[in-house]
């Protein structure tokens, strides 16, 4: 069994957990029989994680988003979907890796499916780059969903970005126009769109795939215009602030929900969805069936009014009159 990494505000539970492996190790090797005590133990660590993630603050979720064990879009792809066919390439530069693709069908309906892909070792995470994309990648990205547009088909999106990438041969080639190109194009989009924010939904990075007609959330995942550590940098001057910095944002899915920003929050696994991949994508799967319900049946016109309605509404203000 793979040895699970656990968080700085978890260790009380990596030490329950690590006695528990002991004692289990101990029945196996012995005559002894103390499945008893265990079972104990694994009801007080079950209850100890409840306890731990029932008071979370925006800084915890932010570790928990980025947690290396969560699931990435293709793991999603493989539960959640069937007839999953990866397309490649922009037809301009590149293939970026850090954003995968392609046709698939939802429950028997065809549809095209793409998102961000961070590695899970060291070789896979440069060769996508960690889940920063290039223009190149929102360029597939947009090629795909003209391409479902063309064959009216649903586009589902998934979103796990720290943010585009920001060297200097993604500026060289465009960085800002093909993010402003994506949202730009993604607003008249007459096909249905579903974004779900499964980890990190870091800035424009973010954005560029994710202008929707239903936006959902995973409890513990992030959605912001900058992360915590760049907005702390800019404000006081040093990254050490990210935890004060990530308060103030208004990252977490409850508060973005409660602003009107996204849709739906989808509920994950006691300990989040990295304890229980299974579980999570039955939850999610669950819920983009709820989602695809609820615009499946919309035209194109209707679509598109509802989206521009749907981003007017976006924000508050209070409107004063000075006083004499």
Same mark, same amino acid.
């Given at each position: 069994m793979?040895?699970? #990494?656990?968080?700085?505000?978890?260790?009380?539970?990596?030490?329950?957990?690590?006695?528990?492996?002991?004692?289990?190790?101990?029945q196996?090797?012995?005559?002894?029989?103390?499945?008893?005590?265990?079972?104990?133990?694994?009801?007080?660590?079950l209850?100890?994680?409840?306890?731990?993630? /029932?008071?979370?603050?925006?800084?915890?979720?932010?570790?928990?988003?980025?947690?290396?064990?969560?699931?990435?879009?293709?793991?999603?792809?493989?539960?959640?979907?069937?007839d999953? %066919?990866?397309?490649?390439?922009?037809?301009?530069?590149?293939?970026?890796?850090?954003?995968?693709?392609?046709l698939?069908?939802?429950?028997?309906?065809?549809?095209?499916?793409?998102g961000?892909?961070?590695?899970?070792d060291?070789?896979?995470?440069?060769?996508?780059?960690?889940?920063?994309?290039?223009?190149?990648?929102?360029r597939?990205?947009?090629? &795909?969903?003209k391409?479902?547009?063309k064959?009216?088909?649903?586009?589902?999106?998934? %979103?796990? #970005?720290?943010?585009?990438?920001?060297?200097?041969?993604a500026?060289? *080639?465009?960085?800002?126009?093909?993010?402003?190109?994506?949202?730009?194009?993604?607003?008249?989009l007459?096909?249905?769109?579903?974004?779900?924010?499964?980890?990190? !939904?870091?800035?424009?990075?973010?954005?560029?795939?994710?202008?929707?007609?239903?936006?959902?959330?995973?409890?513990?995942?992030?959605? /912001?215009?900058?992360?915590?550590?760049?907005?702390? /940098?800019?404000?006081?001057?040093?990254?050490?602030?990210a935890k004060?910095?990530?308060?103030?944002l !208004?990252?977490?899915?409850?508060? &973005?929900? +409660?602003?009107?920003?996204?849709?739906?929050?989808?509920?994950?696994?006691?300990?989040?969805?990295?304890r229980?991949?299974?579980q999570?994508?039955?939850?999610?799967?669950? +819920?983009?069936?709820?989602?695809?319900?609820?615009? /499946?049946?919309?035209? !194109?016109k209707e &679509?598109?009014? *509802?989206?521009?309605?749907?981003?007017q509404?976006?924000g508050?203000?209070?409107?004063?009159? +000075?006083? *004499?």
């Amino acid at each position: 069994m793979a040895k699970k #990494t656990f968080l700085d505000f978890e260790q009380p539970i990596a030490e329950l957990e690590n006695k528990i492996e002991e004692l289990r190790y101990v029945q196996t090797e012995s005559a002894v029989d103390i499945s008893e005590e265990i079972e104990q133990l694994d009801k007080k660590s079950l209850q100890l994680t409840k306890d731990i993630y /029932s008071d979370l603050s925006p800084w915890q979720i932010t570790k928990i988003a980025r947690h290396p064990e969560r699931p990435y879009t293709l793991d999603y792809v493989q539960g959640i979907f069937t007839d999953f %066919v990866e397309m490649h390439g922009d037809r301009h530069f590149a293939d970026d890796q850090s954003i995968v693709g392609g046709l698939a069908r939802f429950n028997g309906n065809a549809c095209m499916v793409l998102g961000h892909q961070k590695g899970r070792d060291t070789r896979e995470r440069t060769l996508r780059n960690f889940g920063m994309t290039r223009p190149e990648g929102y360029r597939k990205a947009l090629r &795909l969903m003209k391409t479902a547009e063309k064959f009216k088909l649903p586009v589902f999106t998934f %979103v796990d #970005t720290p943010g585009a990438f920001p060297g200097i041969d993604a500026e060289e *080639r465009g960085q800002s126009e093909a993010i402003g190109r994506n949202i730009y194009e993604m607003a008249q989009l007459e096909v249905p769109i579903i974004t779900t924010i499964i980890g990190e !939904g870091g800035s424009g990075g973010a954005l560029a795939i994710a202008v929707a007609d239903q936006v959902l959330m995973l409890q513990y995942s992030i959605y /912001s215009v900058i992360s915590p550590e760049g907005c702390a /940098s800019i404000l006081w001057k040093t990254s050490d602030k990210a935890k004060e910095a990530a308060d103030a944002l !208004g990252i977490t899915a409850h508060r &973005l929900k +409660a602003m009107g920003l996204i849709d739906k929050i989808v509920n994950e696994p006691v300990g989040g969805g990295h304890r229980d991949h299974r579980q999570m994508v039955a939850f999610l799967k669950r +819920a983009l069936g709820d989602a695809w319900r609820q615009v /499946s049946d919309l035209k !194109g016109k209707e &679509l598109l009014d *509802r989206r521009y309605e749907r981003l007017q509404s976006y924000g508050r203000f209070t409107d004063t009159k +000075a006083e *004499r």
